[in-house]
């Protein structure tokens, strides 16, 4: 693979660690894991960042983070946590070998699910078509951590060699 190859995928990487983290910081850590785990004890705020509705008094009322989301999400975290974010978590011998295998593979997967779950947003944000003052920090940087990690998982998929 050519450089400038190379060199798109490790940007698109990086761009999917920040705006993974700005995600992480817009909804807050606690709030993560409820979207992951307990979808049904998201606060109201990140009920409306995933499209949800709420009550008058701000209590959920249409509950916004469906499965996709709650796997996405984890994408999210992992991706922050892994190699290519913190180094918390990195393929080692100590793993066992489907933590070994999602982390060598996340841009591909995260890829995946982005394309076959949030394609329309995906391609308006990669074509230059997003209106960014309609949408708060949490639709934003979840886009655009997909969107970057599209770009990064066709990077990854076409035999881009950077280190995770």
Request: glycine letters at 12%.
């Given at each position: 693979?050519?450089s400038?190859?190379?060199?798109?995928?490790?940007?698109?990487?990086?761009?999917?660690?920040?705006?993974?983290?700005?995600?992480?910081?817009?909804?807050?850590?606690?709030?993560?894991?409820?979207?992951?785990?307990?979808?049904?004890?998201?606060?109201?705020?990140?009920?409306?960042?995933f499209?949800?509705?709420?009550?008058?008094?701000?209590?959920?009322?249409?509950?916004?983070?469906?499965?996709?989301?709650?796997?996405?999400?984890?994408?999210?975290?992992?991706?922050?946590?892994?190699?290519?974010?913190?180094?918390?978590?990195?393929?080692?011998?100590?793993?066992?070998?489907?933590?070994?295998?999602?982390?060598?593979?996340?841009?591909?997967?995260?890829?995946?699910?982005?394309?076959?779950?949030?394609?329309?947003?995906?391609?308006?944000?990669?074509?230059?078509?997003?209106?960014?003052?309609?949408?708060?920090?949490?639709?934003?940087?979840?886009?655009?951590?997909l969107?970057?990690?599209?770009?990064?998982?066709?990077?990854?998929?076409?035999?881009?060699?950077?280190?995770?």
């Amino acid at each position: 693979m050519a450089s400038w190859q190379k060199q798109i995928g490790t940007v698109a990487i990086a761009i999917s660690v920040l705006a993974g983290a700005w995600m992480v910081l817009a909804v807050g850590l606690g709030e993560v894991y409820n979207v992951v785990i307990s979808p049904d004890q998201i606060s109201g705020e990140t009920n409306l960042g995933f499209g949800g509705t709420n009550n008058p008094n701000g209590t959920v009322l249409v509950n916004g983070v469906d499965f996709i989301d709650r796997i996405a999400v984890l994408t999210v975290a992992l991706t922050v946590l892994g190699s290519a974010g913190f180094g918390v978590i990195t393929v080692g011998g100590g793993n066992p070998p489907f933590l070994n295998t999602t982390i060598r593979y996340l841009p591909i997967i995260v890829g995946f699910v982005a394309l076959t779950s949030f394609s329309t947003e995906v391609s308006e944000l990669i074509q230059g078509n997003r209106t960014w003052s309609l949408y708060g920090d949490i639709q934003n940087s979840y886009m655009l951590y997909l969107a970057s990690s599209v770009v990064a998982g066709i990077s990854s998929f076409f035999g881009n060699s950077m280190k995770r």
